[in-house]
Structures are given as structure tokens and as C-alpha cells.
């Protein structure tokens, strides 16, 4: 018997028995479709994580109080920088183009008869520089509102529009813990970006962020929460990571350990990059258990075939079909079904990604290898699983097998 008429002969048997060939593709269909989407979805969300970081600017560092040990073993994050060491960047680091320092602390704002609590975030006027922001109404404040600790604000698109509605609100009079802010401006809608909304947030001078809501917090000065640096272009940052190292060192006295930490936009996307390939790898090796389990059905459901025709093989065997046929046929059906599971499961998968992007900021791609990889690992799994039942039938003693009939 030739290649076609195997295949035609299994085509017929497995279209015989709809509901068993269906219910024995099912564990393939689900493994395919797993892991196509896991993988397209892993992509995605490092795409997006990239974007986001990719958005801050190719010469964004940030400093951070802390060396990395303490900064993973305490609750609390150490107050070892000061805004003192955010103006001796400024002046003293040549390679670096602006410097914005943060201290950012949850505080209720009140308007009326309206209030929410949201992070007020203490700043100076370099902000919409380094963080590339622009004010959308009014204007931001400058360097005289941080020299006077002024009690003004700006704020975030979408804290405006919760606390003002469609009024604008630059010179209204809003309340921030106890003590009464004029809002000077309104910052133009960004979006979230790591994590961090500033169009929920509430900007203030970082010296009237001290003085009225959070407290002299450090002995040396008033105690930060992070510096965000621009380097004056891409080629500079590692340069002004160096010099802000030396700098920091020589102010702090250290000889040992740091007690900062800087980290570049390239640090964050290998670090991220990192953990959302590992994510996506488990995720994709959780799904693909699925496969083996399809694989196992369809062995399973081949050895209750040869049970059930036993007397077709025998009949076979006796008019004169080779062991090497009776193989070939029963492989064909695993390969078959496996193959046909993968296809299906693989639509399945790639439709699943496609809604996942148009329902989500995902920017969800189709992974040609991981389609083209678990295909081809669908079909191996129904030939290898398909063998064991192959053999046996292949083995089986005509006259035994018509005797069993």
C-alpha cells in the first residue's frame, strides 16, 4: 500500500469517529493556542515596558537614596540624599543638562466640597525640563516660588478635571492637608509611565513640600526620595554617571560601600527585560504541558483503536498488508490529529493575541518562531505518542486477531 492510500484510508477512519478525532484533538488545540498566546503576550508586555521606559528619554538617569542592599532588605528607604546634593549635581557635574529632585508623599486635596487623596509630589521649576512635561493652562512654578516656599501648585490633566470638571482651575484656592494652595497650572495629559501617574498628582515647590507637609526629614538638609538627572545627550550618560558617583562620594565621606544608588534607562530595560523574558519562558513551559497531556490522549485513544480493530488488522494482515503498513496507517492518524490539533489551536492562539491588542495598550505581535516551533513540536508529539499504538497493532498475529473477532 502507497503513501496516499495510507493517508486516505486514516482521512476516512478518523472522519468516521467526529467526536472521539475531536475530543482527542482538544489537549493540542488548548497546548497550541497556550502557548502562542503566553509567548505573544510575554512579547508584548516587554514591548510595552520598553516603550515606557523608552518614553523617559535615552538620557534619563535617576539616583536613588540607598545602596541596592538596603534598598531590598528595608521597609523604609534611608534619607541619604538631600537637595543639597541636587544642587551640587547641577552646578558641579558638567555633563549633565538638568537636575529635578522628588519628594512625593500621599496627602488628602481638598476643593470645595470635593476631595481625594493623591501623591503631592515636591519638586523645583527644572521638572518639565528633565521630565519632559508641558503645561497645558497657566504656567509652572518657577525658582522665586521655591526660594519663597510659595504655596502654589500645578496640577496633573486628570486630578484637574476630577476637582474642577470643565472650569479651569488656575487661580482657584484648594486645600492640601491643612494648608490653602493657589493652582498656578495645569500639566498637558501624559499617561502613566512605569507605574508613576502624574496626571493624578499634585506638583509643589519642594521647599513648601518641606516646610508645610512633610518635615525637615534628614539631619543634612531636606531628605529626598530620588533625583532625576537629564545627561546632555545619549553619549554623555555614562560619563555623568561617573561623575555623579565621585561627586556623591566626596560629599558623603564615603570610603566603603555607597550609600546611593544610580541607575540608567539602560540598567531598567535589561533588568525588565530580564524578568519579562523569564516570566514569559514559565508561562510558555505551563502551557506547554498541555501538549504533553494532548500527546498522552492521543495515545491513549490510539490504543483503544488498535483494541477496537483488531479484526480489521487481522482481516489486513491476512489479505496480505506488511507490518510496515499497518505502522505507517496508524502513525498517519496520530500525525493527523496532532496536526490538525496545532493548526487549530494555532488560529485559536493568534486570535486570542490580535484581541488581546486591539482590547489593551498592548502592543500584542505574532511570534513566527514560537508559531513555526509549536506547530512543529505538535506533530512530533502525535507521531511520537502515535508509535507505541502503531507497534502493537503492527505486531498484532493475524489468525490471533481474527480468532479474537
Known amino acids: ?22 475530543l482527542t484533538m482538544l489537549g493540542i488545540v488548548i497546548g497550541n493556542a497556550s502557548v502562542i498566546a503566553m509567548v505573544g503576550i510575554g512579547e508584548a508586555g516587554q514591548k510595552y515596558v520598553n516603550k515606557q521606559l523608552e518614553s523617559l528619554g535615552p538620557n534619563v538617569l535617576f539616583v536613588l537614596p540607598g545602596n541596592r542592599e538596603t534598598q531590598r532588605i528595608s521597609f523604609e528607604v534611608p534619607k541619604t540624599l538631600v537637595l543639597a546634593d541636587a544642587d551640587a549635581i547641577a552646578t558641579q557635574v558638567p555633563t549633565v543638562a538638568g537636575v529635578a529632585p522628588e519628594l512625593n508623599r500621599r496627602q488628602v486635596v481638598t476643593y470645595r466640597n ?9 519638586t523645583t521649576s527644572t521638572f518639565p525640563e528633565v521630565r ?4 497645558a493652562k497657566g504656567r509652572f512654578f518657577t525658582e522665586v516660588d521655591t526660594k519663597r516656599n510659595n504655596q502654589v501648585t500645578v496640577l496633573g490633566a486628570k486630578l484637574a478635571e476630577r476637582l474642577f470638571g470643565s472650569s479651569n482651575p488656575v487661580g482657584a484656592q484648594l486645600r492640601i492637608k ?41 539631619p543634612y538638609g531636606i531628605g529626598l526620595d530620588y533625583i532625576v538627572l537629564s545627561a546632555r545627550d545619549a553619549n554623555s550618560v555614562d560619563a555623568a554617571e561617573f561623575q555623579i558617583t565621585n561627586l556623591l562620594r566626596q560629599r558623603h565621606n564615603i570610603n566603603g560601600e555607597d550609600d546611593f ?53 487481522g482481516l489486513r494482515k491476512a489479505i496480505g498488508a506488511t507490518q510496515q503498513d499497518i ?5 498517519i492518524e496520530a500525525v493527523i490529529l496532532s496536526a490538525a490539533g496545532g493548526l487549530i489551536g494555532t488560529a485559536i ?27 512543529g513540536v505538535s506533530g512530533g508529539i502525535g507521531l511520537f505518542f502515535g508509535v507505541v499504538p502503531a507497534r502493537r497493532a503492527a505486531q498484532l498475529d493475524p489468525i490471533v486477531a481474527l480468532r479474537s473477532a
Request: aromatic share 2%.
Open 1 to 22: 500500500m502507497n503513501l496516499a492510500e495510507s493517508i486516505k484510508m486514516a482521512g476516512k477512519t478518523l472522519l468516521s469517529n467526529k467526536l472521539r478525532s475531536t
Open 114 to 122: 470635593r476631595n481625594t487623596n493623591v501623591n503631592i509630589i515636591g
Open 132 to 135: 519632559d512635561f508641558d503645561t
Open 178 to 218: 491643612d494648608s490653602s494652595f493657589q493652582v498656578i497650572g495645569v500639566l498637558e495629559a501624559k499617561g502613566s509611565s512605569l507605574g508613576a501617574d502624574y496626571d493624578e498628582a499634585a506638583l509643589i515647590p519642594i521647599t513648601t513640600s518641606a516646610n508645610r507637609l512633610v518635615g525637615r526629614n534628614s
Open 261 to 313: 544608588t544610580i541607575r540608567t534607562q539602560k540598567d531598567a530595560m535589561q533588568t525588565i527585560g530580564q524578568i519579562t523574558s523569564a516570566l514569559t519562558i514559565m508561562l510558555a513551559a505551563i502551557a506547554a504541558i498541555s501538549l504533553i497531556v494532548g500527546g498522552i490522549g492521543i495515545m491513549n485513544i490510539m490504543l483503544v483503536s488498535v483494541t477496537e480493530r483488531t479484526q480489521e488488522i
Open 327 to 331: 505502522l505507517l496507517q496508524f502513525i
Open 349 to 375: 492562539g493568534v486570535g486570542g493575541i490580535l484581541l488581546v491588542a486591539a482590547l489593551t495598550p498592548l502592543d500584542a505581535g505574532l511570534s513566527v518562531v514560537a508559531i513555526s516551533l509549536t506547530v
